[in-house]
Structure formats: structure tokens, C-alpha cells
């Protein structure tokens, strides 16, 4: 007996969405091979039946009705014959998009099978919300972890389509953004048995779906087939000014990079920062790499009487430190647009320096910040990376040298004091709930440096 192996997606209209060739080819088969749901849609077929229940048994039994020259044979586009062995195989969709087509070819040679795609779930359910999808991050969370997600999240990744299942539901994954505390808002799209008589679409605020999937008894049920599209908004809720906390604000409530919006300090680095500053009344403050501003504005808010200047060398970051001196209501920061060490060359003394961003001049910037600092202050580095601690004690143990046996009294110069200094290494994580469950997500680990010039 010879025979092909011919894969044809089928949607959840059934019949009706089928292709004139689709049909035709089902028409041909001697065997059929499907879901029970898929099974269901041809009743009267004369063909063969086998159950696709264990996928590894439902191959064995087609195994068994190719003969070994049938697997090594090649096929054709055309149509089964009706003298062959033709097996039909009924998936879901497009099969080779997230679904049994790649298992198929490994299981048999490529030239053994023929696939007739139907319209993906994805693709139904961009279309319903009437968005072009060409740019959109698709990831199943069938049977699969949400390691892939978390990363384009973080990213802030415009369009995302997600494949569920009873675990990762559209609940859970409203839960895990929510967990995030992302600096960006996403709207949800539940698309619910697309293509079907019961098919239904609806859309949620993030914020919303959480809330109610935090309580089951009132969260929303939806259908075991459905897929989560998250569209990333660009638009930015208000704050309400009396409900923010005296310190540690949320990493949300900042407007961030569009392509970068995890590129912050963190709400639990932010407070360990303005912990180790110690601020004081009518302090001046310099914020070196202030990015969004998020630390300049914290320590505005905490010390009303100090003075700021956020230092940043990127337009769109000045942007941003303006928006979010608006949006805080903080009038002591000043934006500085510019590049460090040159821009700070006509700034005030400063009382407090925190480095955020160095842009590649960081032994430059402690040069000039260490002849700039008044006696009793302090410099705070935040390093993210070995080079860049390694600096920072190369420069402190150079600036010991130089005063060692030195008299201050007959130096011509200024002369850099002694310096103490301690290290805080931060390495944190948050908890996210995954599924029904919980575990915790890791921040980059950050160093703290802290020089206090005596």
C-alpha cells in the first residue's frame, strides 16, 4: 500500500471555513486522523478513523499503515489519488504555527507531508481588534513557562500575543504584569473562540482584570480557547498628588524611555540611595545620568529646601525629567542638558552628588566632583558593573596617595581631603505570581559606592 500524509487546519466554524481544496483533499482521505471535536465535523466520512488523544500512539498506528517505501517516498502538491493510502490529519489552525506540525516532521520526512493551512488564532484575533500584527512578539504559554514573556514585558514590547492555557489564563497573566511594576501600561484583548458561533472579544484595563482575578468568586470565566493580545498604551493615568507615599514611589508612576522603560533606579535601590545620602535642609544636589529623574524627584519631594540640578545627557531624557517634574509637582529640580564632566563645570558646590550614568567618563566625573564637593559631603555611585566599582576604588586610592606626607599648608592647589568610604552590594528580588503560584523574579544587582570627603 502506498501512501502521503496530508495535514489540513481546520477552524472552529468547522466545515465551513474549509477551502475548496481543503475539502477536497479530506474527501480523498482513506484514513482520518483527529481530535474528537475534529472527528466530529465529519460523520458520515467512510475513511478510517484514529483518535489523535496520545499523539505518540496515533503516529505508531499511522507507522503501521505506511509501509517503510512509503516513508521514504517523495509527494507532490496535487491531490491524494484514490488508489493511494491517503491519511488526513485534522489540526487546529495553521499546524505548523505553534501547533503538531513540527512534531509531525520529526516524527516522518518532510517530503511525506503536505500541509493546508487555516487562518491562525493569532491572526483571527488581530484582525477582530482591527490592528495590523506584522510587528507583534507572539508567545505560547501552553504547557510552557512565562520566562519568554517577562523579557518582552520588561522591554515594553508594543504588541504582544500570548497562546493560554488552564494555567497561564488571561487572569494569571493580568496577576504577573501587575506583579512586574512595570513603568508602561497595557491594555488586554480576550479573544474567545474566534471563528466560532460563541466567538467573543473583550477588552480590559490591566488594573481591572487583576482586581478581579484577585477575588475568583467574581472573576470574569473565559473559554479554555482563547488568546491574550496586549497592546501597549501610551497613554499615562494621572496621579492623584495626596495618595503618593512620602518616599519609595512607584517605578509606574514614572513616564519612562518608550524603548527602554525598565532603563530606571528601581523603587527599592531608590530608597537605599537617598537612605545612604542622609539629605539636609537647603542642600545643593547634584544628580549626575538623572535619566527619567527618578531619584532627583525623590529627593526633591523629601528635601522641598534643596536645590537639584539632574544632569542628563540625552534629549529624551530631559524630556522626561520635565514631564515628571510636572507630574510630581517638584519645582526644585533643574534640568541640566549636557554632558558630565563639561556641564558641571558652573553648577554651584554641591553638598550631595549621586552618579547614576557616568556615559563613559567616570573617572573624569569623580575628578571634577571630588575638587568640587564641599567639605563634609558625600558621593554616591550606583555600578551595575565590576568595571565600573573597579574605578571608582582605583580613583579613591589614588586620591590617598596623592596627600599622603603632602603639607595642605604649602600646596599652591586645593588639595582633595581624605576620604572614607563604604560598599553596599544590592542584590534583590520581587515576588510574581506564575500561574497559581509564586516565585520571585531577581532585580540587576547593583553596588553602592559611598564617599564621604572629611
Not at 504547557?143 to 518582552?152: A, N, Q
Request: aromatic share 6%.
Amino acid at each position: 500500500m502506498t501512501g502521503l500524509i496530508y495535514v489540513v487546519g481546520i477552524g472552529l466554524d468547522g466545515t465551513r471555513g474549509l477551502s475548496p481544496v481543503s475539502q477536497a483533499v479530506i474527501d480523498h482521505a482513506t484514513v482520518l486522523v483527529g481530535s474528537d471535536r475534529h472527528l466530529g465535523y465529519f460523520p458520515n466520512h467512510s475513511a478510517q478513523r484514529i483518535r489523535l488523544g496520545n499523539l505518540q500512539e496515533a503516529i505508531a498506528s499511522i507507522q503501521a499503515i505506511l509501509s517503510p517505501a512509503d516513508l521514504s517516498s517523495s509527494s507532490s502538491l496535487s491531490l491524494p489519488s484514490s488508489s493511494s493510502a491517503n491519511i488526513t490529519i485534522l489540526v487546529s489552525g495553521d499546524p505548523l504555527f505553534f501547533g503538531l506540525g513540527r512534531l509531525l516532521l520529526e516524527a516522518f520526512p518532510a517530503e511525506q507531508l503536505t500541509f493546508y493551512p487555516h487562518l491562525s488564532s493569532v491572526q483571527l484575533a488581530f484582525n477582530r481588534i482591527k490592528l495590523p500584527w506584522h510587528d507583534a512578539s507572539i508567545v505560547s504559554l501552553h504547557g510552557r513557562t512565562v520566562d519568554e514573556l517577562i523579557p518582552l514585558l520588561k522591554k515594553g514590547t508594543h504588541k504582544i500575543a500570548l497562546l493560554t492555557d488552564g494555567t497561564n489564563t488571561p487572569m494569571a497573566i493580568a496577576r504577573l504584569i501587575h506583579a512586574l511594576a512595570l513603568p508602561i501600561h497595557y491594555q488586554i484583548w480576550v479573544c474567545e473562540n474566534l471563528g466560532s458561533d460563541q466567538e467573543r472579544i473583550q477588552a480590559f484595563a490591566l488594573k481591572e482584570l487583576a482586581d478581579l482575578s484577585a477575588n475568583q468568586a467574581f472573576a470574569p470565566i473565559f473559554a479554555p480557547l482563547n488568546v491574550v493580545i496586549l497592546v501597549r498604551s501610551l497613554h499615562q493615568e494621572a496621579l492623584a498628588p495626596d495618595e503618593l507615599p512620602i518616599l519609595g514611589l512607584s517605578d509606574q508612576s514614572f513616564a519612562s524611555f518608550s524603548d527602554r522603560p525598565g532603563l530606571m533606579t528601581k523603587r527599592e535601590v531608590r530608597t537605599l540611595i537617598l537612605g545612604e545620602l542622609q539629605l539636609k535642609p537647603n542642600q545643593t544636589i547634584w544628580d549626575i545620568g538623572a535619566g527619567t529623574g527618578s531619584v532627583s524627584i525623590e529627593m526633591a519631594r523629601l528635601n522641598p529646601s534643596a536645590t537639584i540640578y539632574a544632569i542628563e545627557k540625552t534629549a529624551v531624557g530631559i524630556q522626561l525629567i520635565q514631564t515628571n517634574t510636572q507630574r510630581f509637582q517638584v519645582t526644585n529640580v533643574m534640568p541640566i542638558h549636557g554632558i558630565a564632566p563639561d556641564t558641571i563645570a558652573n553648577l554651584p558646590r554641591p553638598d550631595r552628588i549621586f552618579i547614576g550614568g557616568s556615559g563613559g567618563h567616570l573617572e573624569l566625573i569623580l575628578d571634577r566632583c571630588g575638587n568640587a564637593l564641599s567639605r563634609g559631603g558625600k558621593i554616591i555611585i550606583a555600578a551595575t558593573t565590576f568595571e565600573h566599582q573597579a574605578y571608582v576604588m582605583q580613583w579613591l586610592e589614588h586620591q590617598q596617595q596623592s596627600t599622603q606626607g603632602l603639607n595642605p599648608d604649602y600646596l599652591t592647589h586645593q588639595p582633595i581631603d581624605d576620604w572614607e568610604h563604604h560598599v553596599l552590594s544590592i542584590n534583590l528580588s520581587r515576588s510574581i505570581p506564575i500561574g497559581t503560584l509564586t516565585r520571585s523574579q531577581p532585580l540587576n544587582p547593583v553596588t553602592i559606592l559611598v564617599l564621604a570627603k572629611k
